[in-house]
């Protein structure tokens, strides 16, 4: 079974940055595509970014790209979010999950293992 921790989260002003990880147990994770979604206050958890087994394909959201960086060091078992330029409305609740197949995928119904979720507050 794999177990997923994320953390890095907290508050920030718009225009700032954060980077979240997420780290995980067991010797699957090399082999596994990874995701991160977030669920804002009264709405549906939603797709950010993933990446697949090696990092060399990865796919955002439109809604993040070109702010946001998905990455993975699979030496240290984690994966990271890079958010730059963050706005107010990417305030939310952020899930990594990971999936038992080496493709990356953006419906939630593809992933097997999330973690707990770290909370993102951007707000001045």
């Known amino acids: 079974q794999v177990q997923l921790v994320e953390s890095g989260g907290g508050l920030v002003q718009p225009g700032g940055s954060l980077r979240l990880s997420c780290a995980a147990s067991?010797?699957?994770?090399?082999?596994?595509?990874m995701g991160w979604f977030r669920q804002a206050p009264g709405k549906e958890r939603e797709f950010v970014a993933a990446?697949?087994?090696?990092?060399?394909?990865?796919y955002y959201d439109d809604s993040v790209k070109g702010r946001f960086t998905i990455s993975r060091d699979n030496a240290k078992n984690t994966v990271y979010l890079q958010m730059n330029s963050l706005k107010p409305e990417d305030t939310a609740i952020y899930y990594c999950?990971?999936?038992?197949?080496?493709?990356?995928?953006?419906?939630?119904?593809?992933?097997?293992?999330w973690g707990q979720g770290t909370q993102v507050t951007v707000s001045s």
């Open positions: 999950a990971g999936r038992k197949f080496r493709t990356a995928m953006s419906e939630i119904k593809n992933y097997d293992y």
């Open positions: 067991g010797r699957t994770f090399s082999t596994q595509a």
């Open positions: 990446i697949n087994w090696t990092g060399g394909s990865t």
